[in-house]
């Protein structure tokens, strides 16, 4: 007798496979017609339960192969990035909405979502989304995860009206946190704008205030918005539901210059990690160092590159894998300096520019961040290219400011006389004591430094003036 003949071989190919096992009653005859047609009807149904199941089963999303795919893509420009949200999105809600409804029936009513307060569009489940907001040459950075959303500075003055249509493009509604990092107006020109249009639970701000218009705005919209008001201080905890945030500066409570009052941010989401520096520079950076915890996947580089920030050491402590430079493309400040996107390439770490790429957006899913853009096209010691190839995405790009054509990194063109007070761009000589323009052709190749820096200074500092650009 061959095994598909014996009667458990049949039971069990009706069970698993209805189609076999009826296939079999018929040729061995089994049963009386009656209760064979009856078993055929019975696991015809049982199949096709089946089948019903295991075609609607879905795989979960940290299966290795969705993983492996993911890391992948890591480097590649995710094909919807914008769209992702809002998918699942509504693929999750109705999916809770039942289970609410399920537990209710069965149990006691389930509890009523409160109508009246508002909600923001979520993000993919396990997701943290940042948003480095392309405000020309100042900063705006949002960061998204669940329904929280957390706006970290609001670029210039002029950039108000874009930061509050970009978060409401985005689907926000109310700010779990609005941070300050510090009171330029570059980082907080826009504030008062997003405080008088959405509801803020929680306003950051370092123990520093300006005597500017602009400051004085800002604080009035945050006592009207009736946020509760958080002084940063290093080690403070960001106390919001879903995003785990850190402070890590500004480790003293007075600093000569306020980019050193910046708050600084480190948000951890599973492995991967942000570090949003404001504009510390490396006197902040130096005593963050002492405190250790730099260690980031990715870094908002701190002061739009210039070179008082970003220190070798400090780099070397971050170890990011990725950096975000949120600078504008007509740079006044003499920002572009080389000496920081050479310690960046040369770290091997991949750069990202608002300038040439616009707004970027780093997606987390807890083991690995994925940009939407490439990264920039930089060279090691060399001016940074002015790369316009970045690939379409379906990023929503809030009407940008007219932004002028790319100009060659470096204007041949002799520079204008400035001001003695006027700080600007120099290249200084360490061991020989000269400084330079920027454009001259006797730049030190060893013993090189970059200063932001007004000549006054630099001479009361004991460097003398070259006598070839005669700056
Ligand atoms: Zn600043
Ligand atoms: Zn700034």
């Known amino acids: 007798m061959k095994f598909y003949e014996k009667t458990w071989f049949l039971w069990l190919s009706l069970i698993f496979f209805a189609p076999v096992g009826i296939f079999l009653m018929w040729k061995q005859q089994r049963f009386a017609k009656v209760p064979r047609v009856i078993l055929a009807v019975l696991f015809v149904f049982v199949f096709l339960v089946e089948v019903a199941v295991a075609t609607s089963e879905t795989p979960p999303p940290t299966t290795p192969a969705a993983q492996t795919s993911q890391q992948k893509g890591e480097l ?50 396990g997701t943290l989304k940042v948003h480095f907001i392309d405000v020309g040459q100042a900063d705006s950075i949002l960061i998204q995860s669940g329904e929280t959303a957390v706006l970290v500075d609001a670029g210039n003055n002029g950039d108000g009206n874009l930061v509050v249509n970009y978060l409401k493009a ?57 946020a509760k008001k958080i002084q940063v201080k290093a080690g403070l905890v960001m106390d919001v539901p879903g995003i785990t945030g850190t402070f890590l500066a500004p480790v003293s409570s007075s600093y000569d210059d306020l980019n050193n009052h910046s708050a600084v941010l480190k948000i951890t989401h599973g492995s991967t990690s942000f570090l949003l520096t404001g504009d510390a520079e490396n006197i902040s950076e130096n005593e963050m160092l002492r405190n250790g915890n730099l260690q980031s996947t990715l870094l908002k580089v701190g002061h739009h590159r210039s070179d008082s920030s970003t220190t070798a050491a400090f780099l070397k402590a971050v170890s990011p ?41 780093a997606t987390s899913d807890g083991t690995t ?103």
């Open 76 to 125: 590649q420009a995710p094909e919807t990035p914008a769209e992702e949200p809002q998918g699942q999105a509504q693929a999750e809600k109705p999916l809770s909405a039942q289970a609410t409804s399920a537990k209710g029936d069965a149990s006691a009513p389930a509890v009523a979502p409160v109508a009246a307060e508002p909600t923001n569009s979520p993000v993919a489940s």
């Open 170 to 226: 985005q689907g926000v509604t109310k700010l779990a946190a609005a941070i300050a990092t510090h009171p330029h107006e570059d980082h907080i020109g826009g504030m008062d704008d997003v405080l008088n249009a959405f509801a803020v639970d929680k306003f950051y701000m370092p123990n520093a205030t300006h005597t500017s218009q602009t400051f004085e705005d800002m604080i009035n919209a945050a006592n009207a918005s009736g």
């Open 321 to 361: 894998k990725f950096a975000v430079i949120s600078v504008g493309q007509e740079n006044t400040y003499g920002h572009p300096t080389d000496a920081v996107l050479s310690r960046l390439v040369n770290a091997g770490v991949q750069v990202y520019r608002t300038d040439q790429a616009g707004t970027i957006i």
């Open 369 to 471: 961040i994925t940009m939407d853009k490439v990264a920039s096209e930089v060279k090691a010691n060399a001016p940074p290219a002015n790369n316009t190839s970045a690939p379409a995405t379906t990023t929503p790009k809030p009407s940008p400011a007219p932004e002028p054509a790319p100009t060659p990194a470096r204007k041949p063109e002799p520079t204008p006389v400035p001001a003695e007070s006027q700080a600007q761009h120099y290249v200084i000589n360490t061991s020989s004591k000269k400084f330079h323009y920027p454009t001259c052709r006797s730049l030190p190749t060893k013993n090189r430094g970059d200063r932001d820096t007004t000549r006054d200074e630099l001479i009361n500092a004991g460097y003398s003036p070259c006598k070839i650009c005669n700056p």
